[in-house]
């Protein structure tokens, strides 16, 4: 398989810059863990605020752990992608380690699998 390595890497590197945008948005680095994000609590001071402020904040804050953890689960698969380029092992199934179709990788350049183990992970 004759794939442009060049395309996949800048199209896995403007996906990670734009899932690091979003999860600012919604968490931030953990400072124990620079590599984890966690989920940003809510601003508003809700210690002396009725029981439907301390409701959305709780509310707001699960919302953005949900949305944190779906960003972070695809920025990793994106930086593993991008590690599979560094060790020029991009490309292969993690399964059966055949070659993963071209336009599965057009679609989700961070393919880990070929279509036919689609779902074994």
């Not at 931030?28 to 029981?51: G, L, M």
């Not at 380690?97 to 880990?112: F, G, H, T």
Request: aromatic share 4%.
């Amino acid at each position: 398989m004759a794939l442009n390595l060049n395309h996949f890497q800048e199209r896995l590197e403007n996906e990670q810059a734009e899932l690091e945008n979003q999860l600012s948005q919604v968490a931030r680095r953990n400072p124990e863990n620079p590599s984890e994000w966690v989920p940003k609590p809510n601003e508003r001071d809700a210690s002396q605020a009725d029981e439907n402020v301390v409701a959305d904040a709780i509310e707001e804050y699960e919302d953005n752990a949900a949305i944190a953890g779906a960003l972070e689960k695809r920025l990793n698969d994106v930086k593993s992608g991008l590690d599979k380029l560094k060790h020029n092992v991009y490309g292969k199934c993690q399964i059966c380690d055949k070659d993963i179709e071209e336009d599965r990788l057009n679609a989700n350049p961070a393919a880990r699998t070929c279509k036919e183990h689609i779902n074994s992970l």
